[in-house]
């Protein structure tokens, strides 16, 4: 989706979509579904187009069908093509033996110089002894002026099992050799079948009152065994020579076989023997919906493709989505194929359900393709992508997205449905494109543009700049000039122009942000920038022009260190490069229309200019050994120095293993330098660059520390290795030795094993608890006690394979202690028991999720577990029933893949046999029942590795304690007493303090005025008052 987005569509190169032809078709006709060229003469080229809906001026016929003729040029007029203007033959009156109503006549068309084949794959035949009818299908070719009925499937005993639902001319092609090829995907209770003609004999014994015709050269291919019904060969045909003999082999899609994997079948073109078969890797993506075949590399062997347009792939979110595929199959000199893939940008598009051979579109020597995407872009429009073939194969990013015009109404335009390009339609030496959207009767023609190929070149002289060497005059001062040189040559193949215009802009220290001081300017206008005009003479000599620039004095600025860009820009005058029909032509876009050289100002180069530094690295850490699945990250601390003279454009590259990522630069530490370091990858070399200076001047030593986290280590590493180096661009000692650092990988797995009892503790005897002697459910057995152990890998490293063994107390002298009703996993965990669990069958009772974990005592059983402080434990020794004294159950546990952090539970659920300890022998007696459970590391999924054993084991214990519970004692007489006399002393104490502190005294208001002033009286003036 990115790289669509990153490519708007109608975009980029040499098909013209400012000016595309379009041309429409009766509505609701389906006028687009098939399209083709067709040039019956060298002078003359014009576009077919299929409508297979729409109506004819056939008797009685509705919806027959058509295939139109369209002129290319202005007036873009279509005229249908009468191939067949008869109505349906009648066995007798009313009693037809043909049925040409929706037969869509012009559903597939192909043309070859003056023939073209048309075909009506739902054409229906009956017999003359049978009423009913079957799609046999049926074609016709146009030859010259005389058109002839091709319909090899039509026979006198029509059936399912023959050729009855043939669908003859589903799909259809030439080859070089004049032979016609047809699908037809219904034959053979839809096995379906490819059949071979020539053309000449489809003319010759053409007679329109024989029903059925025998062909003496057909090469057809013959029912298989019931395993391949439902098949669907021919569904899409191409034709090229895969064998090398050269006579055109068959390929065909199959896109049902192989249990709806899908087929594309290669058939020799001499005896229609099979050839190859590829198989599609994912069910009911329709592989082989399409196919086509071209020379897409330039190693005159033809290669092949194929559509799966309902192919599905996992999206960012790892969701499974419908975005459609193209795999490649580059045929090789040494026989085979070499396969790629190619998927599409957008989820329901149908990426892939048409594709066609362009030819060479852009005229660089290698052929490029069309894959259409009909219901993919905004609002479905349909896009087809363009790609262009080179020597390495196909490009996988499109060089242009075609976007159709018209948005879904009732239906979607299906824009990119039908696909035909390899035919110079204007005769401009480049092959040109029809679209056809049948879902508005829309057919569009795009033309390709010429490329011109544009040799630019840039020199700088000299490239290190002296500001002392100051050779050059202006206004009376002397200052240090270069010279820029920039030239332009033109060439193309097609019709071009002779004079091509060009605008040249030059600028000088680029790099400069806008408002800076540039660092040199143009001698003869004071400015950075320059303007030309130049005129090309198409493939003439290059065209140059030198200029002389100069550098500011050195007080006019003070970065002496980054270079001096100079940049050359040139534009094509697309106007005056018009050709008579408006058609543009376009630079090639996959040479840049710019370049830029650098200048560097001469620092620290001794007594000879002449700069030879003696650059030195060396690498150390204090990790010497690497755990896996650490995530501490691996610091090094690189130390790089030059001891000559000065380095230009110093950097420093670390060559990183694939098992490390780069972090950044340590910028915490002040004895550490803050270089600037970016991640870069270089043919497929992942490397980190860091700029050490330009220039790294003389006696420079630099201290820095580089972060990389470790872990993507693969099962075979044992160890991962960095190379360090310094590079420069002088021309002498240019590089330091390489330094190299290499870390051993070790393994580390901090495994800890624990266990918990839930209860911890039992105390008997349980109130109301009577034995059975044949017990049903849990509580017939006793009180439920759970051991629950966890095996929990703290890491950092992951394990593979640990094996865990539970040793349980069952049984002591014949009684049964614990009695495990089962037990449960957690985690990638399998185990077994050298005894039957449950074997008494008991009922097992519905438990909660978080009765797991539960440690606390449940509310059900309360009645039989009091609390420690209420209980008078019987003194007396506790007696340990462990497995030294005890019978126990061994369960043995294997643990699988167990990255850090993670765990593996296993859960034993069991109920205490209360009757062992109700007998009375046992009676009044303490009991420690312990589980114990140990493990050992076997095997970490790192096979060249060697590591420590790794064991540990535990115990968990389960009390049992007879007690008594003490009766609650009553509370004297005399303590309630006491009690309320405390009570009633406090509240006089309260009573008496809020008194003497006022509280229950009010204040009234005045009544009077005289009352107001004896309550004021020093307000009144009145100092004393009289009684």
Known sequence: ALLA?????????????????????????????AVDFFAPDPSSTFLLVGAPKANTTQHNIVEGGQVLKCNWNSNRNCQPIVFDSTGNLDFAPDDPLEFKSHQWFGASVRSKNDKILACAPLYHWRTETKQEREPVGTCYLLSGSRSVEYAPCRSTTIDADGQGFCQGGFSIDFTKGDRVLLGGPGSFYWQGQLISDRVTEIVAKYDSKVYTIKYDDQLATRPASAAFDDSYLGYSVAVGDFNGDGIEDFSSGVPRAARTLGMVSIYNGKNMSSMYNFTGEQMAAYFGYSVAATDINGDNYPDLFIGAPLFM??????????????????????????????????IFARFSSSIAPLGDLDQDGFNDIAVAAPYGGDDKRGL??????GANGLNAVPSQILEGQWAARTMPPSFGYSLKGATDVDKNGYPDLIVGAFGVDTAVLYRARPVIRVNAALEVNPTILNPENKACSLSDVKVSCFKVKFCLKADGKGKLPNSLNFQVELLLDKLKQKGAIRRALFLHSKQPSHSKNMTITKGGKMNCEELDAFLRDESEFRDKLTPITIFMEYRLDYRTAADATGLHPILNQFTPANMSRQAHILLDCGDDNICKPKLEVSVESDQKQIYIGDDNPLTLIVSAQNQGEGAYEAELFVIVPPQADFIGVVRNNEALARLSCAFKTENQTRMVVC?????????????AGLRFSVHQQSEMDTSVKFDLQIRSSNLYDNLSPVASYQADLAILAAVEIRGVSSPDHIFLPIANWQPKENPETEDDIGPLVQHIYELRNNGPSAFSKVMMTLQWPYKYKNYTLLYIVQYEIDGPMNCTSDMEINPLKIKISASKDDEKNDTLIREDNRDHRISRR??????????????????????VCQVGHLERGKSAILYLKSRLWTQTFMNKENQNHSYSLKSSASFNVIEFPYKNLSFEDIHNSTVVTTNITWGIQPQPMPVPVWVIIL?????????????????????????????????????????????????
Not at 884 to 890: E, H, I, N, Q, S
């Open 5 to 33: 987005a990153a490519l708007a569509p109608g975009s980029a190169f040499n098909l013209d979509v400012e000016q595309p032809a379009v041309y429409s078709g009766p509505e609701g006709s389906y006028f687009g579904f």
């Open 313 to 346: 792939d996992r999206g960012s979110d790892g969701k499974l989505q419908e975005v459609g595929q193209v795999s490649i199959c580059l045929q090789r000199a040494s026989g085979g194929f070499h396969i790629t893939k190619l998927n599409g940008f957008e």
């Open 384 to 389: 087809v992508y363009i790609y262009n073939g």
């Open 691 to 703: 700029d050490l200076g330009n220039p790294m001047k003389a006696g420079t030593k630099l201290l």
């Open 870 to 891: 209420d209980i008078t434990a019987i003194e007396g020794d506790v007696q340990t029933l462990g497995c030294g004294t005890a019978d126990c159950l061994k369960i």
């Open 979 to 1027: 009690a309320v006399l405390a009570g009633l002393l406090l509240l006089a104490v309260l009573v008496f303090v809020m008194y003497r502190m006022g509280f229950f005294k009010r204040v009234r208001p005045p009544q009077e005025e005289q009352e107001r002033e004896q309550l004021q009286p020093h307000e009144n003036g009145e100092g004393t008052s009289e009684a």
